[in-house]
């Protein structure tokens, strides 16, 4: 019989909907079967079981089909081709700089590094907390600071955070804050925004003149400044200092390795940008910022910071210092809401300066400096008035009547210079500029062709960093900057340090309320083309016209999957996000005169983040009790929101709720508080479970973030970036962030975020993303999170308790294991068990969050089903070794739990004295000898690490004296 | 006339303990007045104050240390009549750190050199959320005399507070007497 195929259509065979099925893990067959284990006969019976009826969208999302990748990416080249890349040599805190090649296709390009999650687990991310201990010992280095943290979200932020800093440690009580006039004009609008709703005063002015009489807290200066003018602020330190003021100081990282840093003139903190070390300035970012202070306000310090502990073993290993600071601890009574950092881009910058050592950076300053001063003198020369003295790579020109005719020259040639005034122009030069770009600014500025000899003047030119503040301490002493200067050695150290942590490449990270899922490679190709990378967050905004057609399609793309009616992509975190969410509320209650509405009601179930975001928008938390099943109790609900009805501002809820159910109600919630005059902040951290069923604009909500790095598929980048745009109903669109280069300006409550548009050049990663899957394919992944979440609660459910389920008895696209039973009966925590996953070969599932004691387990869609039942397979194994102990066929004290996880060096060791198998240590399971992720150390041992703070690297004879390994 | 007992009781824990315990001061005819009580490791252990009439209260005794034979140790003090104290007043402090050993001792120490007595002391460990790593958390309440001042005593503790990696918060004792 004649072999007979159905012809299929053209169509078909097109496959346009090819990604979504790549991006979801579970094929449809696989899909039928999970949803057989679950006794449901379709994927629309489970959602119904799981989305309460009554918010479920009437009608799919208003968004086109998806498409292929290459479509995608074609459709995406023809808007980043009307984007234009000028010579932009504005400067104001944003420079070009060269990716070495190297570290752009190992570091920035390597899903090994950008899909790994925040270093929560110190043994499974000892290559990227090795990674951000360099950076910290560079910036404490650079800086001559004591102290630096693993990074910040930007120069602006990092400055708000140190007036803070400031505040907390100095014994003035005042609440002035003065900041010096020629720090960046968006740090000051950054530190504005922050300062209001704390009520600090922020006096923006001239240290050198206006300070007389000033009681300040503390005061800001930048160095050098932003019009490139090195001061020398000893004695105004020594003054201030005098008088209970507590000073800091933004600085230029490439201009430190000649100024002498602030550290060795008083400064008492330290903030900056590292993106010149290597990182793209991508319409202003992701960057790493940082900020570096005194050992003795270390406590005080916001952001994570990454410090040195011992192992089980006794030998050196990393791990994130005082975590119990911000988010465990203070909660409402927190100064920051700091979660997320850059790891990625600190990451960056820390190899930049390992590729370059010491020696090589300070020859790319020097270059940049000889050319800044080639480039003042040849101006004098040609009759100009340069009026900066003292400089580093930046110059003021005096331009005059001539100012229009300059910048358009400089256009004419696709060169962007500083728009300081009518009257001046500013430049700033990189370690890109070359000799032709000196040739090229002569000229604009009037020289003939060849008037000047740029060789002649390199030898007639004097240096131009006062004698004075000439650096001459050491800086970048640690052999790590050292060791790693061939590029095979920097490519094995990088591969080295990546091959040490379990990132998505690797296995799932099935880490509860983080989504981590897929970040398709096709998402990530963009971010790199230098349509996008090499655009300077100030340019003329004609030249972004690109950036400015992708930032309105996403914007729209994520207003329709809210219901939201406008958005703001500025946030450069989820809780920058929850932030500018709450100044939005608070100045809509203030337009309507209702200025003394400040009372914020967050459910006890809430993310840390919240709390500390409603303090720092000046509001104070009442919190709100949450009943047995994890839900907010109405009761008293409403019984707070009539007791502070006159003050009622918001309630902060998170949805589907930080337990992974989707309260069935939260129409009732958003009524109630809507009939006492507050608005509803709905946290959108958990976005994933709705787009395409249901949409927070729809049922009550007036504001959200939105984690594009959890829902919408930005990786993780170790810890950050994030980004967390808002989005609002049409009543607080007039007080969304604003920003001085934006058309609306500064806006009603300024901005939240040094970029006009925060962390520009990643959000093609999203953009792509939406339009791969199309309305479709979206709602597809929403409901394969949650099936695969069931799924996974269903299998378990025989062997651990599952904590919070719905209203049909079942979890939303998480689902939470409690282990305080096990722990009671035999002495096995939420920790051995998280540990002893990495012995199998996976990253932990999130702990004690938001109840301790507990596991929260999130498969996202994008993990197949054989990894899913692989997970499973490893939870019924380790229950199986729990019974073991429980039934004392396995010591209380010395099992395979309790030693987790156990290294190759462990298992190695001349003698084994334990009461189970080596096989049994680490090949639990058959596939694990296929597939094997060796731990690079035992346990860490937290409480050491802070009690022996260590926070940049460690000389190497810490590793060399390590006590040898003990008899196991 | 009435007999003032203090007793702290302590045995392996089992369903019924309390109930032995208050069934002797009652038959006894004792008053039930004041008691902290809680289950750890597997051990039932309190503290608790009497009152009994005078004539009755050596029967009550023997009862109460009879009841070692149902695995409860009962030790028995008279109750003092509180001296009469100098000027005090009470503060609470709660304190919240990575679990390490020492931080009862440290604190106590710096506590007792500016001549402060612990009143309460509640302790008890969480796991951190995300790192999972130990949470040690303690809420005392405290007796400060009347010359120390609040600042010089949140000073002593803020040294220590670096030290040893705790957050401490020092608040007007809302409870107060």
Redesign the interface.
Known sequence: MAQRQSRLTLQQLEQRDDFVRRHIGPAPAEQQQMLHALGVDSMDALITEVVPQNIRSPRPLDLPAGCSEAEALARLRAIAGKNQVFRSLIGQGYYNCFTPNVILRNVLENPAWYTAY?P??PEISQGRLEAILNFQTMISDLTGMEISNASLLDEGTAAAEAMTLLQRMGKSRSHVFFVARDCHPQTIDVVRTRAEPLGIEVRVGDPWNELDGVDAFGVLLQYPASDGEIHDYRVLVDALHARNALVAVAADLLALTLLTPPGEWGADVVVGSSQRFGVPVGFGGPHAAYLATRD?F??AMPGRIVGVSVDSHGRPAYR?A????E????RE?ATSNICTAQVLLAVMASMYAVYHGPEGLTTIARRVHRLSAILAEGLTRLGWSVETKAFFDTLVVRTGARTQDIHARARARRYNLRELDGERIGISLDETVTRADLAALFEIFGAAAGQLDIAALDAEVAERIPEGLKRSSAFLTHPVFHRHRSETEMLRYLRALADRDIALDRAMIPLGSCTMKLNATAEMIPVTWPEFAHIHPFAPAEQSAGYRELIQDLERMLAVCTGYDAVSLQPNSGAQGEYAGLLAIRAYHRSRGEGHRNVCLIPSSAH?TNPASAQMAGMQVVVVACDKGGNVDVADLKAKAAQYAERLAAIMITYPSTHGVFEEAIREICDIVHAHGGQVYLDGANLNAQVGLCAPGQYGSDVSHLNLHKTFCIPHGGGGPGVGPIGVKAHLAPFLPGHRTLPGGIGAVGPVAAAPYGSASILPITWTYITLMGAAGLKAATEAAILSANYIAARLAPHYPILYTGAKGRVAHECIIDLRPIKDATGI???DV?KRLMDYGFH?P?????V??TLMIEPTESESKAELDRFIEAMIAIREEIRAVEQGRLDRDDNPLKNAPHTAEVLLAATWNHPYTREQAVFPVAGLRERKYWPPVGRVD???G??N?VCSCPPLEAYASAPQEQAA | MTASLVLTVMGPDRPGLVDSLSRVVAEHGGNWLESRMARLAGQFAGILLVEAPEARALALRQALEGLAGEGLHVVVAGGAAEASLAPCYFLTLELVGQDHPGIVRDIAHALAGCGVSIEELTTHRTSASMSGEMLFHAQARLRVPGGVAREELRQALEALADELMVDLNLEEDRGAD
Do not use: C, W
């Open positions: 925040t929560y687990q003795a270390k406590r994130l005082l975590q119990t600071r988010q465990h601890i203070r009574k840390g925590s939420v920790e998280a932990a999130t702990m004690s969050f938001p301790a004691g937290n409480a050491y802070d009690r703070l």
